[in-house]
């Protein structure tokens, strides 16, 4: 599967992909703090599990940083 993901195309083996499972692969380390997006709309975390993605779909992972 490609997947656009913060403007990088990115491979992946699976042909089927949570948001969950792309996380556990991009970012293992750091999922707190974090904001995703499928095609411009924001997934709540609650749905990460349970919410597919496509191969035409753009990812934007967002990371809270500390600072003023």
């Not at 997006?37 to 990460?48: C, E, G, H, M």
């Amino acid at each position: 599967m490609e997947l656009k993901i913060n403007n990088q195309i990115k491979q992946f083996q699976a042909d089927v992909l949570s948001i969950q499972a792309l996380l556990d692969i991009e970012i293992p380390q750091k999922q707190n703090g974090i904001a995703v997006a499928i095609n411009n709309t924001v997934i709540p975390k609650s749905k990460w599990n349970s919410h597919f993605l496509h191969k035409t779909d753009t990812v934007i992972i967002i990371s809270a940083t500390q600072g003023g």
